[in-house]
Nanobody, 125 residues
Framework: QVQLVESGGGLVQSGGSLRLSCAAS????????MGWFRQAPGKEREFVSA????????DYADSVKGRFTISRDNAKNTVYLRMNNLKPEDTAVYYC??????????????????WGQGTQVTVSS
């Protein structure tokens, strides 16, 4: 299995930006489709974005479309989530996750095999 470590979270004011990184190790990174999910206190984990093995396909939750951008650098074994125009409702722990095939269940948390430990994003109003 691949191991995942997120970084880049922090405290930012509303309208600000952050870039999250997820570094992978252990197996061939480009064998995995990658996803970002988030979980706010008292809420279920929700899909944010996903990217295929080559980066040729990306998908986003409606709530972040136009503000967030997912990308990956297979040479660096890293997937990124650029978050612009952040809102207080974006406050959550953000997790990256890996799955072997992209398929149509890219937005389903249970479809992912491996998860990172999460990184906290807090957006103040």
């Amino acid at each position: 299995q691949v191991q995942l470590v997120e970084s880049g979270g922090g405290l930012v004011q509303s309208g600000g930006s952050l870039r999250l990184s997820c570094a992978a190790s252990g197996r061939t990174f480009n064998n995995y489709a990658m996803g970002w999910f988030r979980q706010a206190p008292g809420k279920e984990r929700e899909f944010v974005s996903a990217i295929s093995r080559t980066g040729g396909r990306t998908d986003y939750a409606d709530s972040v479309k136009g503000r967030f951008t997912i990308s990956r650098d297979n040479a660096k074994n890293t997937v990124y989530l650029r978050m612009n125009n952040l809102k207080p409702e974006d406050t959550a722990v953000y997790y990256c996750a890996a799955k072997y095939y992209y398929y149509s269940d890219y937005d389903v948390a249970d479809a992912y095999d491996t998860w990172g430990q999460g990184t906290q994003v807090t957006v103040s109003s």
